[in-house]
């Protein structure tokens, strides 16, 4: 679980180790990691890696291979903002932390993925639908999308996959000006947040479902109808 230390991850992490599936949980902060660790208990590890670093990726799945499946739900971030003032350096920074780090993340995996495993991308409700203001973040979550149904032909029998997340209640939005998520929240027809077990919920049945492959499953509440 490549960011599986708070928010989404930590809690797909949870329901795998819930269910006795030898879990991995990656993150770049020490702290977080032991105190993921902590919750999760004794059907987890954890291991320190920052996946935007290709070498230390490369280093990491070596040491813990063979891996069964990969879930890639490391936040982004940057990148958002009405179309004439973005700031390309932004949503640079944005590929960077998210388009990039699924990127390497996957590709990285790759030679140590096991027969039967699966790739899971997490990325967002951007991608899918079209909320002036997120163009950045469009193409940046469009982008990881986009590389499902292609990658899901080209590495078969290894299945590809991801989920695209509306607003969700988690430390992500933490650092986002006040009033920010209660206002999002309401814009998809369920009016409300999701909560990370519900994202989790679909990453699992991706994860399990030996026969889904090439899919994009939105978990928003509906946003991508809006
Ligand atoms: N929350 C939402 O409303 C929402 C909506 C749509 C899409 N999403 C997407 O869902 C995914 C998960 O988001 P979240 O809400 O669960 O965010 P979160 O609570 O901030 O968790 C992000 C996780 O990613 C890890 N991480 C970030 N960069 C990393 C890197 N370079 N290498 C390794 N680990 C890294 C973080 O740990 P460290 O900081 O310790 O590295 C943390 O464990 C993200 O891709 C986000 O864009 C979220």
Redesign the pocket.
Known sequence: M?????????AAAALFARSGTPTI?????QE??DK?INELGPGARGEL????DRASLDRLFAQIAPIGHLVI?????AGAGPFAALAADDVRRGFQ??FW?HFNSAQAALPHLAEGGSITF?????GRFANPGTAGLAAI?GAINRLVPTLARELAPLRVNAV??????????DDKPAGMFDRESRKAPLAR?GQ?EE?ADAIAFLVRNGFVTGIVIDVDGGLHLT
């Not at 949980?25 to 902060?29: C, E």
């Not at 890696?49 to 935007?52: E, F, L, N, V």
């Not at 997490?122 to 951007?126: E, L």
């Open positions: 490549i960011g599986g230390t708070s928010g989404i991850g930590l949980v990656v993150g770049r902060n977080k990691l993921a890696a920052d996946a935007a739900a490391a936040s982004g971030g932390a998210k780090v997490v990325s967002a409700a951007s979550n695209s997340p509306g607003v969700i209640d988690t430390p992500w939005w947040a990370a994202v």
